[in-house]
Each structure stands twice: as structure tokens, then as C-alpha cells.
């Protein structure tokens, strides 16, 4: 992990700095400091060659005030318990940001996609779904993809559950392939988000997006996603980086070329007509828009100062401390966090459940018009919020999702 920050401590910190703030119900804070429910799983398979290998898995359920719980499933070496509760807490806030009636999950799998086969990958999908079996379901805990995860995984958790249920049941997972019910447009859907509210803010400070330059750290399903977006909407893509080294064209990377040459050589550097630059130099590059869609904390109090960039528009969860968030917005730079930015992968997820509940199907069209009004919408609440408090997009996004919470919390109730 970056500098060894744990995120989780982070999420506790953030919510004392909207705790007081924004004055919410220390019962309510308190609460939300706790994830309600923690499964661990050891996962025994059987690699191509014959060894048996024994995996650690967890889900944790973070909170279930506004609905069933909602979140991904992360495959990555580096996934540890803290940070899978991180990422759960966030998915809390993020569904409550966006107003959909989700609650927050996350799961994890301490393991190496790159270097497994897809057999391999299928028995660990299958066995860790048949392990968690009783604790997810349609109207209990919806998993959907995450860093080293995709449709194909959705498809086989999919067929798993639906396959000990006895029937066909699509809505257990969201970011399923189209033909199994898969909704339109959810592929690129966190991108497209990350973008519209990179295109929102360059409004908010007069920067013209056309032309503008546009930095991307981490070239996965979202940093791919939000820089053909970008490159769309009229802006530069100069630079991108992945975990092998940092490229930079100033007169502009065409996102699709870049896409085909890593999935050729597996990784964006050396593609042609770019210069090579160290990693960690990306942040700090003279852009517009820095859009991190890496890991956790890559921007820290350590590098918070170099940074160039007028916007950040945050496509990874948490990668953004909450005291660097302080000094960027002392700084100026207009930070949209990760919980309203990348929100649009979720909303569709939602637009997809809904989809699956109504045996029905909507149009790509349909999708993004729906997506396009929800993330102006709640861009513009949270902005509102920001501008009364005058505090960091961040603060008020998080102000908004306590408030909302808070607000469900008292109306039910605490049990018994
Ligand atoms: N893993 C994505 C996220 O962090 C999507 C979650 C979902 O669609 O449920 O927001």
C-alpha cells in the first residue's frame, strides 16, 4: 500500500472531519465507523498442476439503512481486510451520494488474476460464490465487478448461485455480460461518470475542455473508460500510466491505439510516438484534468503540493487522502471526489438490477440519459453544499451521504 496509509483509518477520519461539520448524530457517526458484518473464507482449489492452493476471501457488509447491501468484488494481491472495509464504507457513501436505494459492500480475494489461468479463475469464483451463498442474494447483497474482476466473473458467480438456487436468477450480480442480462452501457459507465463531472467542473472554473489536457494515472477498465470519454468530449490525452512505467505525447494519445497495444504487450509503455517518464512523475505532470484510476492513497501529503493539475476527477476509490484533500482545496484545485465522480458505475449497476427485477431492457441511449441526469443532478447538490459550507467537494459529498443516512437511520429506528 502506498506510504502505509490504511484506508479504513482514513474513512474514520473523514467522517469525524463531516461529523463535525455538518453536525450529524454521534450515534448515527458512530454507527457508520463499523462495518455491521464480516465474512472471511478460506478457499481451497486445485491450480492446473495438481497443487492445492488455499486462498483468503471476505465480504463484508458495511451498512444496510438505505437497501441491500451493493458493492464489488476486488481480485488483487494487495486486497487486505481493512481495505476491503474501506471500500465497503465508501460504496455506503457513494450510494447515498447518488441517492440509489443501496446500501454499501465489498468483497476481495487475496490473489494474482495475471498469473492464473481462466480455469483456475473459474473454480476460485465458483467456491468463493458457493461460500458466501447465504449471505448474498438479489434483495440481500448484490456483488458486481472491481479491480481484477469482469463480466465473465459476474457471469460464473451468476450461474453458481442461480445453479444451487435451482433457477435462473440474473439479478444476484450487476456487470453481467449483455446476453445474461448485462444492462447497456455499464462497461464504460464508471468513465463516462468520472468524465461528466471532469466536463462539469471545467465549467464551474471557465476551463474549456476543448484542448484541455488530460493525465490519467492507471489504464484498467476505468482509466480507459474515462480517457476515450475525455477524448470525446474534445480534451488531450498527454498522459497515462500503468504499474509499468508512465508515457507522455503532448500533442495527444489516442486511448483506443494505447488500449490495443496493452492488450498486445500487457502494459501502455512503449507505445509508439510517447516519451518515457518515471511512475510517480504522472501526478505531478503539467495537465488540466488528473484523473487517478489506480489504487488507494496515491495522493498523499507527500505529493499533494506537486501537483499541477486545476481539476481531479477521481476514478479509483480512496485514492485521495482526506488531509491532501484539505490541502488541494486550500491550493484551489477543484477535486471531484471518488464518491460522486465514479458513481456512475453503481448508478448503472442500479439501472441494471432494475433491468433484471423487470425482466425488461433499455437502450444504450436510454441508459446514459439517465446516468448524464443523475450525475448533473448530483454534481449540482453536492457543488450547493460545498459553496454553503465553503468546504471541499469532498466534505460536502460526504456531508450530503451522512445527512441521508442519518436521516434513514432515524426514521428506522434502532433495534431491538
Ligand atoms: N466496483 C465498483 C465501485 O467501486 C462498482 C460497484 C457496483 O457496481 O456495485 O463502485
Known amino acids: 500500500m502506498y506510504d502505509n496509509v490504511n484506508p479504513f483509518e482514513e474513512v474514520k477520519k473523514q467522517i469525524n472531519i463531516v461529523r463535525e461539520k455538518a453536525d450529524i448524530d454521534s450515534t448515527v457517526a458512530d454507527q457508520l465507523k463499523h ?15 495438481d497443487d492445492l492452493k488455499i486462498f483468503t476471501g471476505y465480504r463484508v457488509q ?12 476486488r481480485y488483487h494481491p494487495s486486497v487486505e481486510l481493512d481495505e476491503v472495509k474501506a471500500l465497503a464504507a465508501w460504496m455506503t457513501f457513494k450510494t447515498s451520494v447518488v441517492d440509489i436505494p443501496y446500501g454499501g459492500a465489498k468483497g476481495g480475494i487475496v490473489c494474482d488474476p495475471k498469473t492464473m489461468s481462466c480455469t483456475e479463475l473459474e473454480r476460485l469464483t465458483r467456491r468463493y ?18 479491480v481484477g474482476t469482469d463480466s465473465q466473473t459476474m457471469a460464473w458467480i451468476m450461474d453458481t448461485y442461480s445453479s444451487i438456487k435451482g433457477y435462473s436468477i440474473p439479478e444476484i450480480v450487476t456487470g453481467k455480460p449483455i446476453n445474461l442480462g448485462g444492462s447497456q452501457g455499464r462497461e464504460g459507465a464508471t468513465g463516462l461518470s468520472v468524465a461528466i463531472c471532469a466536463r462539469i467542473a471545467a465549467n464551474k472554473i471557465g476551463l474549456k475542455l476543448s484542448g484541455a489536457r488530460v493525465a490519467v494515472q492507471g489504464y484498467g477498465k476505468v482509466g480507459y473508460a474515462t480517457a476515450k470519454s475525455l477524448n470525446e ?20 494519445i489516442d486511448p483506443q491505439k494505447a488500449k490495443e497495444f496493452k492488450n498486445k504487450t500487457g502494459s501502455i509503455y512503449g507505445l509508439e510516438g510517447c516519451n518515457k517518464i518515471p511512475l510517480n512523475d504522472l501526478l505531478e505532470i503539467d495537465c488540466d ?9 496515491s495522493i498523499t501529503e507527500n505529493n499533494c503540493d506537486k501537483i499541477k493539475a486545476k481539476i481531479i476527477s477521481e476514478g479509483a476509490n480512496g485514492p485521495t487522502t482526506p488531509k491532501a484533500d484539505e490541502t488541494l482545496f486550500e491550493k484551489g484545485v477543484f477535486v471531484v471526489p471518488d464518491v460522486l465522480a465514479n458513481a456512475g458505475g453503481v ?3 442500479y439501472f441494471e438490477w432494475v433491468q433484471n427485477l423487470n425482466r425488461d431492457r433499455w437502450s444504450l441511449a436510454e441508459v446514459n440519459k439517465r446516468l448524464e441526469e443523475r450525475m448533473i443532478n448530483s454534481f449540482e447538490e453536492v457543488h450547493a453544499f460545498s459553496e454553503q459550507m465553503n468546504a471541499s467537494m469532498r466534505t460536502a459529498a460526504y456531508v450530503l451521504a451522512l445527512k441521508r443516512l442519518e436521516e434513514a437511520h432515524l426514521k428506522l429506528g434502532l433495534f431491538p
Do not use: H
Open 289 to 297: 484534468i488528473l484523473v487517478p484510476a489506480a489504487l488507494e492513497n
Open 347 to 349: 448508478t448503472v449497476s
Open 62 to 73: 458495511y451498512n444496510m439503512w438505505r437497501g441491500p447491501y451493493k458493492g464489488g468484488i
Open 129 to 146: 460464490t458457493s461460500m458466501i451463498m447465504d449471505v448474498i442474494g438479489p434483495f440481500k447483497d448484490v456483488p458486481a465487478p472491481d
Open 35 to 49: 462495518p455491521r458484518q464480516i465474512i472471511t473464507v478460506s478457499i481451497p482449489i486445485k491450480m492446473d498442476n
Open 233 to 252: 468530449m474534445g480534451c488531450k490525452i498527454i498522459a497515462l500510466s500503468d504499474t509499468k512505467g508512465c508515457i507522455v505525447n503532448q500533442k495527444g
